[in-house]
Every structure is written in structure tokens, then in C-alpha cells.
């Protein structure tokens, strides 16, 4: 990760999770000046005594750590998570969190501000290929995407030189694969239906995505990208290759056990998100591509490592 217009350029983070983790790692290892803003103290631990790494442990959603950052800040990337499940987890990490990034870059603006929204905004449960104009409505939305799209509106005005709102397809990677963890557990019956595309993007390819959002100069202004690997499987489809990869059955799906993961992710008419999300726009602007450009080249690195353990 190189930097524009100064020897060791800034870059502030908010969140220290599974996709923040690995932005301050990159940028660490290339040569930024990286301030942390997490709840979690014991998340941004690792990263002490870094000698450019400084963390700030704080609620996104107070103005506590307006004064403790950085004035001034080459990229600001907002990915936190969303702070347990309920509604107001959500709406208190998402928007409230938005709230006062805004309020603080409107007296520090960053030059590039990038935002990790979800593909979860997109309502559409028949097959159909998704561009960035197809999310749902307000008055379409079911609550959870109402909290994402008011975020993303406030994301899109944040005081800065170019905003980037990165709708993120479903992360995986080390460390984050459920369902091979589930089939490594021994699960043979799935809750719920395999028969809906799962869109899927690489941990590596999302911290890629940011970086590209960044280097590559987009236009001052507002943009709002998907960023998915482009080849959507079934969970079925996944699901049996993963299977046979371990040499086991693949797994029976039962319809009349939906999961309560399952049941969070249901559009506003009860039906399983199933779409194809088209990343192309992003790939046109940015030139980025992924490295890890299907389910099966993702996971093929995962299930070696599996194998040892």
C-alpha cells in the first residue's frame, strides 16, 4: 500500500475486525501512519508497540476520540461491524457511527473517505443481476437495509474529497468459513434452503478493493461500487463441493428448520436473497480484479490449511 504526497502518509481506521485487522496490517507492512478506532481494546492489542501504529479505544458513535485522531488523514476507512444484531446495535454502529465520522471530518476532511457497506442492501430474491442502481428503496426495505442505505447516504457526504461506498458481497477467508466449519463438525442436515446464490468475496480481495478505491484516483464526489468476485454458486453448489473436497456426504437441506442466521438475512417478502451482484463497475473504474476469482479458488488454500491442523 503506497501513499500520495507525503513520505509516510495517514491512514485512520475505524473498526479492528476480520476486514479493519487486515487494512491496518497491509498498511502497516506498507510503510502508513495507521490511528485505530475501536471498541475493542483487545482487538487492537496486536498492533501494540508498533512504532506507527496508535490506538484508540472509543464507541464510533460518541465524539470522545474526535480530539485523540489525527488532523490530518490521507484515507479514512470506515468498516466497523455491526455491534451484536439488534436493530439498535445496528442503527448505533452503522448511522449513529456515520453520524460522527462526518461531524468530525467537517473540521479534519480526509482525502479519500471509503465505507464497507453490504450487498445486503439489494431486496431482489429471483435470480437477477444486480447493479449498483438496483438496491432497495425505503419503502421497499426491510429494517436491517433501511439502517444500511441511511448510512450510505451519510457516508456519501462526509467531508472529504472523494467518498467510496464499497457494497461488500459475503466475506470469507482464513478464519471466517462457516460452512466448512459446519461440515467439518460433522453437520449432514442444513437449516433452511440451498437452492439461492450465496455472492462471496475473498478477505484479500476486500482489502484489495479498499486499496483501489484509494489508489486509484477516482474523480472528487460520491461513488458506490459492489464488490463481489463476479461467480456466485448456490449454497448447495458450495456446499457439496466443499463436501467432497472432505470426502464426506454432501449435506440435506430442510426447509422446515430455518436458522436464525438464515431468518436476518430474509428479504422484506420472506424469500432467501438470490441474486447475481455485478462488480464490473468497480473493476471498470479501478482496474481492480480479484486474486481469488471463484468460491473454489478461495477455499482451495483454506482446506489445505484445515488438512494440517
Not at 242 to 260: E, G, I, M, N, Q
Not at 277 to 283: E, G, L, R, T, W
Request: proline share 8%; net charge positive.
Amino acid at each position: 500500500m503506497s501513499g500520495r504526497g507525503r513520505t509516510a502518509p495517514r491512514l485512520l481506521v475505524f473498526g479492528c475486525g476480520y476486514v479493519g485487522g487486515a487494512v491496518v496490517e497491509a498498511s502497516l507492512a506498507g510503510g502508513w501512519e495507521v490511528t485505530i478506532v475501536s471498541r475493542s481494546a483487545e482487538r487492537m492489542a496486536r498492533f501494540a508497540g508498533h512504532p506507527r501504529a496508535a490506538a484508540v479505544a472509543a464507541d464510533l458513535a460518541t465524539d470522545t476520540w474526535h480530539r485523540r485522531v489525527p488532523t490530518a488523514v490521507d484515507l479514512a476507512v470506515n468498516c466497523v461491524s455491526g455491534g451484536g444484531g439488534s436493530p439498535q446495535d445496528y442503527r448505533r454502529a452503522y448511522v449513529e457511527g456515520m453520524r460522527s465520522i462526518a461531524a468530525w471530518a467537517g473540521s479534519a476532511p480526509p482525502r479519500t473517505f471509503v465505507y464497507t457497506s453490504s450487498t445486503g442492501v439489494y431486496p431482489q430474491s429471483g435470480g437477477e443481476t444486480v447493479s449498483e442502481e438496483d438496491a432497495a428503496s425505503m419503502d421497499n426495505a426491510s429494517p436491517r437495509q433501511r439502517i444500511l442505505l441511511e448510512a450510505e447516504a451519510l457516508a456519501r457526504r462526509v467531508p472529504a474529497e472523494c467518498r467510496v461506498v464499497l457494497r461488500l458481497a459475503g466475506i470469507y477467508g482464513p478464519g471466517r468459513h462457516y460452512l466448512l466449519d459446519r461440515l467439518v463438525d460433522g453437520v449432514r442436515v442444513f437449516e433452511g434452503t440451498g437452492n439461492f446464490y450465496l455472492n462471496l468475496i475473498h478477505r484479500e480481495d476486500a482489502l484489495a478493493a479498499i486499496l483501489a478505491a484509494y489508489a486509484a484516483s477516482l474523480p472528487p464526489g460520491a461513488h458506490t461500487f459492489n464488490v463481489a468476485d463476479g461467480h456466485a454458486a448456490t449454497k448447495a453448489e458450495i456446499a457439496a463441493w466443499l463436501a467432497a473436497r472432505l470426502k464426506t456426504p454432501p449435506p440435506v437441506f430442510d426447509p422446515s428448520r430455518p436458522s436464525p442466521r438464515a431468518l436476518r438475512r430474509l428479504g422484506p417478502g420472506g424469500a432467501p436473497p438470490h441474486r447475481l451482484v455485478d462488480p464490473s463497475a468497480f473493476k471498470a473504474a479501478t482496474g481492480w480484479q480479484p486474486a481469488y476469482p471463484s468460491f473454489e479458488d478461495g477455499y482451495l488454500p483454506i482446506l489445505d490449511m484445515v488438512r494440517r491442523c
